[in-house]
């Protein structure tokens, strides 16, 4: 068993947000994620690790290296936009707007709006995302990472000729890997301690949850020198019992429960820019810069110590081909007249989404020569608040 490979294409996400920051929150069946990809970064995180200064005698250039502290890991994560099963139902993937520093408001029978707000922190929208990935599936599940103490620190959305897809990145302060080991024993239901070979040892990181036959435990401690394990027995409400050379692999909870309905499709989408309606685009893309991002390194942790937030910033993509009454964009971007971009795609209760940018300008662009083609342009605006606050981009789900 443990020669075969492990099957990436068998890969499950569950999404969810910390009520503390990096403190992981059990795992659950509603907290599963549709995903095009998920890069969760180097699946294992040791400090930095330095040459000590202060050498020996010889000519060798290092003769010691010293640890500090761990840098936050990188993730990615592309999704596509997904409806609702109710006009005012939250949104399906709010772990991930959460924190990125939207605020949600859900109007009753109305509507949910996603907005940018000045203090995320510190009036509680923000909420720090952990990710979970596992490869393989059932008995074959062979490898899972826990990302914890995450940041969304840009968002992407596009659509128009394709659903409205989500690209996510940023960063998390810490990560804990857990392995499958083939062979394992707990001699009876109140074992708590046991020494393995340094190189199972490997497989397992303190803090997660494995399950061995229908019991779940959860790895206290690890020395990976030595192979001695403690442990805590019938965790998520598992009944411990003894254990004789089972396999024991990372806990993914039974029957998952994926939110959202259908993807948002690109069948109904308009743009309507200042007077122009419609604004006939063949696709569109908003970016968001959300200004959230971890704290550098302080002393007393070897972990990032919490999130900042910082300015934020919209940006716009638009593809279209050139009609000839659409000349009246070079003036437009000569005269910077300010113009309300909205952007709607979907249809059907729950399933359309609305960008509106209410304080946008046509930045120059190329009338590009495209030979024996009709001319197609690249139309980006740049996107302002006004004087009043963050009121540069709302979402409007309906």
């Known amino acids: 068993m443990s020669a075969n490979p492990i099957n990436a294409h068998m890969r499950t996400l569950l999404a969810?947000?910390?009520?503390?920051?990096?403190?992981p929150v059990a795992l659950a069946a509603a907290q599963a994620m549709r995903a095009v990809t998920v890069n969760l970064g180097r699946a294992s995180q040791p400090g930095n690790v330095r040459a000590a200064r202060d050498r020996a005698s010889g000519r060798g250039?290092?003769?010691?290296?010293?640890?500090?502290?761990?840098?936050p890991v990188d993730f990615s994560l592309e999704y596509s936009q997904r409806g609702r099963s109710?006009?005012?139902?939250?949104?399906f993937d709010l772990a991930v707007m959460k924190a990125a520093g939207l605020k949600q408001t859900i109007n009753g029978s109305t509507s949910t709006v996603l907005s940018l707000v000045p203090t995320p922190i510190e009036n509680g929208e923000f909420s720090p995302l952990q990710l979970a990935r596992f490869l393989g599936?059932?008995?074959?599940l062979a490898e899972m990472e826990l990302l914890s103490g995450g940041v969304v620190k840009s968002l992407k959305w596009s659509g128009g000729d394709k659903e409205v897809t989500v690209m996510a990145t940023g960063q998390g302060a810490k990560k804990s890997f857990g392995g499958r080991i083939d062979s394992f024993t707990f001699s009876l239901a109140g074992t708590t301690s046991v020494t393995i070979s340094a190189a199972e040892a490997k497989k397992l990181c303190a803090g997660l949850s494995y399950q061995i036959e229908s019991e779940i435990v959860t790895c206290v401690s690890v020395n990976y020198s030595t192979g001695a394990t403690t442990w805590t027995r019938g965790a998520y409400s598992s009944t411990a019992a003894g254990h004789t050379a089972q396999p024991l692999y990372p806990y993914l909870p039974p029957s998952l429960i994926y939110g959202g309905t259908s993807p948002i499709s690109e069948a109904t989408?308009?743009?309507?820019?200042?007077?122009?309606?419609?604004?006939?685009?063949?696709?569109?893309?908003?970016?968001?810069t959300t200004g959230m991002d971890l704290l550098p390194a302080e002393t007393s942790s070897a972990y990032r110590q919490g999130p900042k937030s910082v300015r934020h910033d919209v940006k716009v993509k638009l593809k279209m081909v050139m009609p000839q009454d659409r000349a009246d964009l070079l003036g437009y971007s000569i005269n910077r007249d300010t113009l309300q971009l909205t952007l709607s795609q979907g249809t059907g209760t729950g399933s359309i989404m609305t960008f509106v940018m209410p304080y946008c300008e046509v930045m120059p662009f190329e009338i590009a020569d495209t030979a024996d083609d009709i001319a197609i342009i690249d139309v980006e605006l740049r996107v302002r608040n006004n004087t009043t606050g963050d009121n540069a981009m709302t979402i409007t789900l309906t």
């Open 137 to 140: 599936e059932g008995a074959a």
């Open 86 to 91: 109710a006009i005012d139902s939250a949104a």
């Open 269 to 288: 989408a308009s743009a309507i820019l200042g007077s122009i309606s419609p604004m006939r685009i063949m696709s569109w893309e908003v970016d968001l």
């Open 61 to 71: 250039l290092v003769s010691e290296f010293v640890e500090g502290d761990k840098d």
């Open 16 to 23: 969810a947000s910390e009520s503390t920051f990096n403190t």
